[in-house]
């Protein structure tokens, strides 16, 4: 990872479907060492529920403060399934698409932009909410949505895109 970093690579990691805090019990793959990041440009992405309000976030998603960039819908999906059928599917690993979708909407048009800085915009452009939601995993237990992950925010193409004009000029 570390190589591919150096190398100008951006992870896009789902968090994970275990409805764990990861900052006390880790998800792999992770971009932590002794509970230091190695590498800043890795984005790891919990998931949220098609409808806004307190279980807004998905009750499968991994989060955490540290180890969690954002989140993006993973709920209720429309997806492909076996033998010429569709189905709606849940996931984190339906979240990240949608964050490297963004992020590459951002490096095709803004090619000069970095990796790390391709993250930066992504984590800083979203939607920042203040409403409260239940935590994953933990029975009767509420929080602000922006203790859940590092940024604190939703994914939005359309901010990054923004975001990511301003920087790259």
């Known amino acids: 990872m570390v190589y591919a970093s150096k190398n ?14 990861i900052d006390i019990k880790p998800s792999f793959p992770n971009d932590q060492k002794n509970g230091l990041e190695i590498i800043d440009t890795y984005l ?6 098609s ?11 991994n989060y955490g403060k540290i180890n969690v960039d954002v989140f993006a819908p993973g709920s209720q999906i429309y997806s492909p399934k076996p033998n010429n059928k569709y189905d709606f599917i849940d996931g984190t ?8 979708g963004v992020a590459a909407l951002i490096r095709s048009y803004y090619p000069k932009l970095n990796a790390a800085q391709v993250k930066q915009v992504i984590m800083s452009s979203g939607l920042q909410l203040k409403t ?31 975001m990511a004009s301003k920087l790259s000029n």
């Open 93 to 100: 690993s339906f979240a990240a698409p949608a964050v490297s």
């Open 44 to 49: 790891s992405v919990g998931a949220i529920n």
């Open 8 to 21: 100008d690579v951006l992870f896009v990691s789902s968090a994970g479907n275990e409805g764990l805090d």
């Open 51 to 61: 409808k806004y309000g307190s279980n807004l976030v998905a009750s499968y998603s």
């Open 132 to 162: 409260k939601v239940t935590v994953p995993g933990v029975q009767n237990s509420v929080k602000s949505f922006g203790e859940l992950s590092k940024s604190s925010k939703l994914v939005n193409a359309y901010n990054a895109l923004i």
